[in-house]
Nanobody
Framework: QVQLVESGGGLVQAGGSLRLSCAAS????????MGWFRQAPGKEREFVAAIRWSGSSTYYADSLKGRFTISRDNAKKTVYLRMNSLNPEDTAVYYC?????????????????WGQGTQVTVSS
């Protein structure tokens, strides 16, 4: 049974930082592209970042480049999202997801497995 479990969310003041983690089990982690998505209240889920199996290639939503960094540790079966200079518009539930494809995708439909999400709230 595949499980993706996010952690690291919480309440942070504007300008602060958080690091999200997503621990995977039940799958050959290094075979998957891993991605982060987020969904704010009343909005559709949107792509945040993704990373190839080797960690050699990453892809970000244009609006988040320079503030967010995705990384992975295949030995620990964990993917991370470092978020800096947070602002209230970053408030959302953040989800990690696994894509069995070889290339990075920003389409949620390409991701087979999803975590339950972790809430990030940024206060002004």
């Amino acid at each position: 049974q595949v499980q993706l479990v996010e952690s690291g969310g919480g309440l942070v003041q504007a300008g602060g930082s958080l690091r999200l983690s997503c621990a995977a089990s039940g799958l050959t982690f290094s075979n998957y592209v891993m991605g982060w998505f987020r969904q704010a209240p009343g909005k559709e889920r949107e792509f945040v970042a993704a990373i190839r199996w080797s960690g050699s290639s990453t892809y970000y939503a244009d609006s988040l480049k320079g503030r967010f960094t995705i990384s992975r540790d295949n030995a620990k079966k964990t993917v991370y999202l470092r978020m800096n200079s947070l602002n209230p518009e970053d408030t959302a539930v953040y989800y990690c997801a696994a894509d069995p494809g070889r290339d990075i995708s920003y389409h949620s439909s390409d991701y087979n497995y999803w975590g339950q999400g972790t809430q990030v709230t940024v206060s002004s």
